[in-house]
RNA sequence: GGUCCCGUAGCUCAGCUGGAUAGAGCAACUGCCUUCUAAGCAGUAGGUCACAAGUUCGAAUCUUGUCGGGAUCACCA
């Protein structure tokens, strides 16, 4: 419809005023709900053409377009404004071309095809609301890619090697008792967390201890024998230390039971997992070999650079003196690896915190400068970090929001207030818990979404998540008000049909709302922002709400009108589900 | 200091490829359940869109500068 209008204004600028523009000079726009029509031409653009008064240009346009549009019913100016009535027919066919479609929304095969990374974790301690942000994040703009036609493999990298987990290992080796989280019951991330706190308590108490005996800060730091013990075990692993290994091994296993957990409770996978102890040391090669290029360059120690001064950045080292490589070198060989082992890949997203907006800035320059050009596709999805109301939430001090922790109690909050209002009383408890659990995670997941992701957000852990108003409940509650409608419909044996029936404005607006869903998913994934999804998906249920609470539908008398409103509804719902599906957000039948 | 991001109602955020009188939610206040689920709906109140110039018929939106907040510029990961 958009686009006929459009051929046709050029067309009519042609015949009016002699005169052929782009189309891309036509502006079409959705009329502002205060005034009336339902798509609107800004005419101001063509006055230099037409050389007339914004009110006489628009309304010579405004009878060309309805004398050769059909569907064009009406239209009114309003100063340079044109708005245009499209016929109601037109809204039906439609409504009627939504209802055929199953797939509403999402696009067939593009050919393209992503990789999208989004989680990162270190094997020492359990993932915290950082995390959730990151991972609901980019679980979400996959699935918006796929429903964009793109073939989309979802990945997580594990550090799963280096200092950090020595840290935890040797807190074990020396106050764990042989506990373990069997013996403790507790969940595996959990309990290996708790040694690298305990590690980390031992370190400050050796460097005080060493700072009373006179020595400054910063060498106590590196002389604390704790720390120097836990470089050792790390060299240890490095050379392949069997105990080591096999202790490392263990304590990891650990580990990733209770990420499963975890990861379930989200409610998201991943297609394929990379471990930083398999591919710590690609990327050295590549670096040799580009200093053989003479694309980078060797400092007297031996160490090896990039020169970024034509890129206005700070030179950046790739090989240390010793030959050892730094974090770059690493993501420089794991991004060749996955090109390697997909060539067909169109783009590689990473999903990772605005914090490393520079490293990966300087990442794609140097894949760029070693030739490849795929790091065209590159893409660093950065979102901003999650503030608590006193600032930076900090391991050290504890301030740190636990995932595990903050799931159970959201999910704690959601029984509560479904129990209060108890319209499930004749669920099983199966079903029950699995409400609280449907509407929790959407609290949850909707509040960290609909923030435009490169922004950074405050939240307060003392103050539960809003279950009123723009959030993800809300609209799961419109979602089953919708399907217990449905439900009765049938009961009284009305079928949801769509036929020409006298229409009023609330059921046209949504049509028209209905209608854009495609487009919205579209820029969704031009921008890689499931945000964008959670506005229009909040306008829709606002406009629905509206419509429900106005009009009546099982009681209206008129049949055709009934179970046209039930087709309505029941399309509403369609989109509704489809759309919070792509953020991993699930519809209940009853709430 | 260099680079990048942000600043819109008391709070949390939309709107930003320039377009009509800047919108939601929360909190506050007023109505609406003998009628399809009140986690709802309708309404009231709340704004120098950080500030100042510039471009334009038109600027929250684009440019420049100022102020305020954040990130980063590690032989850490």
Known sequence: MEQIIVDKTVEAIQLLYHHSIDSKLVQLQKTKKEFVGD???????????????????????GNFLVNSVEDVENYNVVKGFLNLT???????????KISQDSNFGTFSDSGKVFMVEYASPNTNKPLHLGHLRNIFLGYSVANILKANGHTVYKTQVINDRGIHICKSMLAWQKYGNSETPVSTEMKGDHFVGKYYVEFDKAYKKEINELVEKGMDK???EKEAPIFKEAQIMLQKWESGDENIVSLWKTMNSWVYEGFDVTYKTMGVDFDEIYYESDTYLLGKNY???????????????????????????????LLRADGTSVYITQDIGTAIE?????????????????????HFKVLFTLLKKMGYNWAEGCYHLSYGMIELPEGKMKSREGTVVDADDLMCSIIQDAKTSTQER???????????ENLYKMIGLSGLKYYLLKVDPKKGMVFDPKESIDLNGNT?????????????????????????????VQSNEKEINLIKLMNEYPSVIKEAG??????????????????????????????????????????????????????????????????
């Not at 798509?39 to 914004?54: D, E, H, M, N, W």
């Not at 499209?86 to 009627?96: A, D, E, P």
């Not at 993800?472 to 020409?500: D, V």
């Open 218 to 220: 910063e060498t106590a």
């Open 86 to 96: 499209i016929n109601s027919n037109h809204w039906f066919s439609v409504l009627n």
């Open 39 to 61: 798509l609107t031409l800004v005419v101001f653009p063509f006055l230099q053409i037409s050389k007339k008064s914004p009110e006489q240009t628009a309304t010579e346009i």
């Open 472 to 500: 993800g409940p809300f609209i799961q509650y419109t979602y089953a008000r919708i399907q217990s409608l449905l439900e009765k419909g049938k009961k009284l044996n009305y079928i949801a049909k769509i036929s020409t």
């Open 287 to 317: 670096v040799e070999q580009g200093l053989k290029n003479k694309i980078f360059y060797q400092k007297e120690d031996g160490s090896i650079w990039c020169s970024l001064k034509d890129d206005k950045m700070d030179d950046k080292l």
């Open 526 to 591: 031009v921008n890689y922002s499931p945000a964008i999804l959670c506005n229009y998906i909040f306008e829709l249920v606002k406009e629905f709400n509206n419509f429900y609470q106005t009009i009546e539908i099982l009681r209206e008398e008129n049949k055709s009108k009934l179970e046209f409103r039930l087709a309505l509804s029941e399309n509403v719902g369609k989109i509704i589900k489809s759309g919070m599906n792509l953020m991993g957000i699930e519809m209940p039948l009853k709430m």
């Open 422 to 432: 108890g319209h499930v009383e004749n669920l099983s408890e199966t079903e029950k």
């Open 338 to 358: 996955r090109y390697k082992k997909h060539p067909s890949l169109n783009g590689l997203i990473y999903t990772v915190g605005n914090e490393q907006n520079h």
